[in-house]
């Protein structure tokens, strides 16, 4: 007969509810169960299992023989253990069954579901464990942020529930008045120590830009250009660079020569008794798209492509076109990216390699012509030549602007399309060149011995002869089309720079090199650019970026110009004009107007560098007492320099001569001038005899006071 029954049924039961199962067992585990058998005979038939665990047990209900045999519980309540008893507690508790033989068996056994939730309720505290220890770590960080926001602000009440937080207002800083107060710059006396001094800014303005290059805007940001082994340090630096060896070009070729050669299609035709039953048409760009043998053959030719061995312009001009153009595994095309790209890293700017043979080599390589025979021959005066240079640069855009019209669900991307593989290696190659050729091989009134030398990119524009043409053609057509599709123009606005940069040296050896000058290259092609984003419908936001972006600066600032006088008839010769104008903008809600305008004011700053001359001017005059140019021993900013601006610490010995321009070392010159009365309108803000009205907007970060040439 069963007294009692206190089972714990973990189906039941909730397993996350860890409390309500450690308090069942807990009280499962203080009573000691005592089974009573009417017919000890059956003993040995009874099938129980209790598992009574002290910390995390759990009890199964009793199974019974199909006997029918009654068996009943008593429970008692045990005397309070000892100490010796201890050990045995922590055991499973022991089963007395009455009526049975004397010292009866006992059941020790665990069943399989108790042990499985004392392995679940141990996982469950560790979890539990270490998301307290992360809500500790989380709560000790709010506290100590806490701590430091309260040193700073006093405890603002919680807003009522529904209601927004006001934006909190931050009181502006006085600006104190200057204690020295900047004089006006002016040239009109030549010969005085101020104008001299200001000149000699200038000079120094000009070194720093030889130095540093920051003149090559072809990017956002403009890098050292990469040399592989620049100071010679490898022992086979001086070695003569050699052709691949005739048997790696004789196996190159048997692949591509012997097929060429052949007919575009061939029939193959099977069936029995002769007679035409399928043809199987195999062309020149299927036998290119065996992906398979054309890596082998590129790990072939790297092998023989070494610091001192270079290909041949045939083998590149296969690689460009077989590898990457007409190529569907983007797999061979990225491969064949690859190798170019190492191929130019270890070649482009040695010593050893002549800059003729170098543009031979690679415009011999950039060409569309099918004899491979007279690849190795090229002229940099043969017209036909230069046109074949610029078919093929014109295909390479073309397939480039075909991949988005084509492509209906992915973007096409480096990854996905062999058009834009291309476009991103024929980008990197004029990049490099270009930025050497600037350095290197420019002309310039320093090095005028140097010969008449060009970069890539101008003969892929088929040179001077209609190079606007051409870049409208090309160059800008494809900055057209990835504007209006809205996708990474990174590749595009590279060649809109360099070419903008090649068309103002042009003006320059055509003595046009003023910004100013409505003759040139310079002022039609920002002409052709305002009248892309201008049609484009871009928003004002899109419209700022989209300026913004445009490098080198000047060429931003002729475009915006541009964009000014044409859409919106406001003339903007400099910053005169701007403030001049601000009770009209005032009341304009004109915001293309705004963004332009936005754009337009650091574009001046940046390309005539008025941060540099009046923070620099100021310095040395007021600053650190400079009196006497002639004195540099005793100047103390000779020792101390320049706080603001980096390169301007030593001023150079000579002042510049030039009495009208100042010609940039971007080939751009500016009339002085400009430079003074744009210059002067700043220092007016800065002195604080003039200030904006609370509606000024952006036009603060421009036009704002300063206390001194240190302190704003």
Same mark, same amino acid.
């Given at each position: 007969?069963?007294?009692?029954?206190?089972?714990?049924?973990?189906?039941?039961s909730d397993d996350d509810d860890i409390l309500f199962l450690e308090q069942k067992l807990l009280e499962d585990v203080s009573k000691r169960k005592v089974y009573s058998l009417v017919n000890s005979a059956v003993n040995k038939q009874i099938r129980e299992s209790v598992d009574l665990c002290s910390d995390d047990s759990d009890r199964e209900e009793q199974k019974q023989d199909s006997s029918g045999e009654d068996e009943s519980v008593i429970e008692e309540t045990p005397?309070?253990?000892?100490?010796?008893?201890?050990?045995?507690?922590?055991?499973?508790?022991?089963?007395?069954?009455?009526?049975?033989?004397?010292?009866?068996?006992?059941?020790?056994?665990?069943?399989?579901?108790?042990?499985?939730?004392?392995?679940?309720?141990?996982?469950?505290?560790?979890?539990?464990?270490?998301?307290?220890?992360?809500?500790?770590?989380?709560?000790?960080?709010?506290?100590?942020?806490?701590?430091?926001?309260?040193?700073?602000?006093?405890?603002?009440?919680?807003?009522?529930?529904?209601?927004?937080?006001?934006?909190?207002?931050?009181?502006?800083?006085?600006?104190?008045?200057?204690?020295?107060?900047?004089?006006?710059?002016?040239?009109?006396?030549?010969?005085?120590?101020?104008?001299?001094?200001?000149?000699?800014?200038?000079?120094?303005?000009?070194?720093?830009?030889?130095?540093?290059?920051?003149?090559?805007?072809?990017?956002?940001?403009?890098?050292?250009?990469?040399?592989?082994?620049?100071?010679?340090?490898?022992?086979?630096?001086?070695?003569?660079?050699?052709?691949?060896?005739?048997?790696?070009?004789?196996?190159?070729?048997?692949?591509?020569?012997?097929?060429?050669?052949?007919?575009?299609?061939?029939?193959?035709?099977?069936?029995?008794?002769?007679?035409?039953?399928?043809?199987?048409?195999?062309?020149?760009?299927?036998?290119?798209?065996?992906?398979?043998?054309?890596?082998?053959?590129?790990?072939?030719?790297?092998?023989?492509?070494?610091?001192?061995?270079?290909?041949?312009?045939?083998?590149?001009?296969?690689?460009?076109?077989?590898?990457?153009?007409?190529?569907?595994?983007?797999?061979?095309?990225?491969?064949?990216?690859?190798?170019?790209?190492?191929?130019v890293l270890l070649h482009l700017g040695r010593d050893t390699l002549n800059r003729q043979e170098w543009l031979n080599l690679m415009l011999s390589a950039l060409r569309d012509n099918q004899t491979f025979n007279q690849f190795e021959e090229f002229s940099l005066e043969s017209g036909q030549d230069l046109q074949s240079c610029w078919r093929f640069f014109s295909l390479v855009l073309q397939n480039a602007m075909e991949a988005f019209k084509q492509s209906a669900a992915?973007?096409?991307?480096?990854?996905?399309?062999?058009?834009?593989?291309?476009?991103?290696?024929?980008?990197?190659?004029?990049?490099?060149?270009?930025?050497?050729?600037?350095?290197?091989?420019?002309?310039?009134?320093?090095?005028?011995?140097?010969?008449?030398?060009?970069?890539?990119?101008?003969?892929?524009?088929?040179?001077?002869?209609?190079?606007?043409?051409?870049?409208?053609?090309?160059?800008?057509?494809?900055?057209?089309?990835?504007?209006? %599709? &809205? $996708?990474?123009? #990174?590749?595009?606005?590279?060649?809109? =720079?360099?070419?903008?940069?090649?068309? /103002?040296? !042009? +003006?320059?050896?055509d003595n046009n090199g003023l910004l100013t000058k409505a003759k040139g290259f310079k002022l039609k092609f920002a002409s052709k650019i305002h009248q892309i984003v201008a049609k484009s419908n871009l928003n004002s936001d899109d419209l700022y970026m989209e300026l913004s972006l445009l490098k080198p600066s000047w060429l931003s600032l002729l475009v915006s110009k541009k964009y000014l006088a044409q859409e919106k008839e406001k003339k903007v010769a400099g910053l %005169? &004009? $701007?403030?001049? #104008?601000?009770?009209?903008?005032?009341? =304009?809600?004109?915001?293309?107007?705004? /963004?332009? !305008? +936005?754009?337009?004011?650091?574009?001046?700053?940046?390309?005539?560098?008025?941060?540099?001359?009046?923070?620099?001017?100021?310095?040395?005059?007021?600053?650190?007492?400079?009196?006497?140019?002639?004195?540099?021993?005793?100047?103390?900013?000779?020792?101390?320099?320049?706080?603001?601006?980096?390169?301007?610490?030593?001023?150079?010995?000579?002042?510049?001569?030039?009495?009208?321009?100042?010609?940039?070392?971007?080939?751009?010159?500016?009339?002085?001038?400009?430079?003074?009365?744009? =210059?002067?309108?700043?220092?007016?803000?800065?002195?604080?005899?003039?200030?904006?009205?609370?509606?000024?907007?952006?036009?603060?970060?421009?036009?704002?006071?300063?206390?001194?040439?240190?302190?704003?």
């Amino acid at each position: 007969m069963v007294l009692e029954t206190n089972v714990v049924d973990i189906e039941d039961s909730d397993d996350d509810d860890i409390l309500f199962l450690e308090q069942k067992l807990l009280e499962d585990v203080s009573k000691r169960k005592v089974y009573s058998l009417v017919n000890s005979a059956v003993n040995k038939q009874i099938r129980e299992s209790v598992d009574l665990c002290s910390d995390d047990s759990d009890r199964e209900e009793q199974k019974q023989d199909s006997s029918g045999e009654d068996e009943s519980v008593i429970e008692e309540t045990p005397p309070v253990p000892s100490e010796d008893q201890e050990a045995a507690e922590d055991s499973d508790q022991d089963i007395q069954v009455v009526g049975s033989v004397q010292n009866p068996p006992q059941l020790n056994t665990s069943s399989k579901k108790s042990k499985m939730f004392k392995k679940k309720l141990l996982e469950m505290e560790a979890r539990e464990e270490k998301r307290t220890r992360r809500e500790m770590k989380r709560r000790e960080k709010a506290e100590k942020r806490a701590a430091r926001e309260s040193l700073d602000s006093r405890e603002s009440v919680s807003p009522e529930p529904g209601k927004e937080e006001p934006a909190a207002v931050v009181a502006a800083v006085d600006i104190p008045l200057p204690t020295l107060a900047m004089e006006r710059l002016s040239l009109e006396e030549p010969n005085s120590n101020k104008s001299v001094l200001l000149n000699r800014i200038l000079s120094t303005i000009l070194e720093r830009q030889l130095a540093t290059d920051e003149c090559i805007q072809v990017s956002n940001a403009t890098p050292r250009t990469p040399r592989y082994d620049k100071h010679k340090e490898s022992s086979t630096s001086k070695r003569k660079l050699a052709v691949v060896g005739e048997q790696v070009k004789e196996e190159f070729f048997n692949r591509y020569i012997e097929k060429k050669e052949r007919e575009d299609r061939q029939q193959y035709y099977g069936g029995e008794g002769g007679e035409e039953e399928d043809a199987i048409d195999f062309t020149i760009k299927d036998e290119a798209n065996n992906h398979v043998a054309l890596l082998e053959i590129l790990e072939y030719l790297k092998c023989y492509t070494t610091l001192n061995t270079r290909p041949t312009s045939s083998i590149l001009n296969v690689i460009m076109k077989d590898f990457i153009i007409n190529q569907n595994s983007c797999k061979v095309a990225a491969r064949s990216y690859d190798y170019i790209n190492q191929f130019v890293l270890l070649h482009l700017g040695r010593d050893t390699l002549n800059r003729q043979e170098w543009l031979n080599l690679m415009l011999s390589a950039l060409r569309d012509n099918q004899t491979f025979n007279q690849f190795e021959e090229f002229s940099l005066e043969s017209g036909q030549d230069l046109q074949s240079c610029w078919r093929f640069f014109s295909l390479v855009l073309q397939n480039a602007m075909e991949a988005f019209k084509q492509s209906a669900a992915d973007t096409p991307s480096f990854t996905n399309n062999s058009a834009i593989v291309m476009l991103s290696l024929l980008v990197k190659i004029c990049q490099k060149d270009f930025e050497l050729w600037w350095k290197h091989y420019r002309p310039t009134e320093h090095k005028d011995n140097r010969d008449l030398s060009f970069p890539i990119l101008f003969y892929l524009l088929e040179g001077r002869r209609d190079i606007i043409e051409n870049a409208s053609n090309s160059v800008l057509k494809l900055y057209k089309t990835y504007l209006e %599709k &809205d $996708v990474d123009m #990174g590749e595009t606005r590279k060649l809109v =720079s360099m070419t903008a940069m090649l068309l /103002a040296h !042009l +003006d320059a050896q055509d003595n046009n090199g003023l910004l100013t000058k409505a003759k040139g290259f310079k002022l039609k092609f920002a002409s052709k650019i305002h009248q892309i984003v201008a049609k484009s419908n871009l928003n004002s936001d899109d419209l700022y970026m989209e300026l913004s972006l445009l490098k080198p600066s000047w060429l931003s600032l002729l475009v915006s110009k541009k964009y000014l006088a044409q859409e919106k008839e406001k003339k903007v010769a400099g910053l %005169k &004009d $701007v403030v001049g #104008g601000l009770e009209e903008l005032a009341t =304009s809600c004109d915001v293309d107007m705004f /963004a332009c !305008l +936005d754009n337009l004011i650091p574009k001046i700053i940046a390309t005539t560098q008025l941060h540099n001359i009046i923070r620099c001017y100021w310095y040395l005059v007021r600053e650190e007492g400079y009196a006497d140019p002639s004195k540099d021993k005793d100047n103390k900013s000779q020792q101390t320099g320049v706080l603001a601006f980096p390169g301007l610490t030593r001023l150079e010995k000579v002042a510049h001569r030039a009495p009208v321009s100042l010609k940039l070392k971007s080939d751009v010159s500016v009339l002085k001038a400009q430079i003074i009365e744009d =210059s002067n309108i700043l220092i007016a803000f800065h002195n604080q005899e003039r200030i904006l009205d609370e509606s000024a907007g952006v036009l603060k970060s421009a036009f704002f006071k300063m206390s001194s040439a240190t302190e704003f």
